[in-house]
């Protein structure tokens, strides 16, 4: 298998990345496809939000010892600072990753 080497992603230290451990079940990818819609409609440019695939990347859905697909794991400067695993509402997914990335930024402009 050959590998391709890719660039890397630079974050703003300001930014807060969501992981999104994604399963391979087309329905529940489409569930979640929906839910992080939303929740990128709410929180713009105060959050990145990043799938991972189970099937594309296993070792790193390993490194993060999840076990239940979808998975949300909430990153700031690289430490996890929230998770939740299973499907949550849309308005529920939304208010907790948006109460945590303001939790994070006290001084600055709130979300939209």
């Given at each position: ?71 949300f ?31 994070l ?8």
């Amino acid at each position: 298998m050959k590998t391709v080497p890719q660039r890397p992603i630079f974050v703003s230290p300001k930014t807060a990345i969501l992981l999104v451990f994604v399963p391979d079940n087309p329905a529940q990818r489409l569930v979640v496809d929906l839910l992080l819609d939303r929740v990128k409609a709410v929180a713009g440019d105060a959050i990145r939000i990043t799938q991972v695939d189970e099937i594309i990347n296993p070792e790193v859905v390993s490194s993060f010892g999840v076990q239940v697909l979808p998975t949300f794991i909430l990153l700031k400067q690289g430490v996890e600072i929230w998770r939740y695993s299973g499907i949550l509402e849309s308005p529920l997914l939304t208010e907790q990753v948006c109460k945590q990335v303001i939790q994070l930024q006290p001084n600055e402009a709130r979300l939209h």
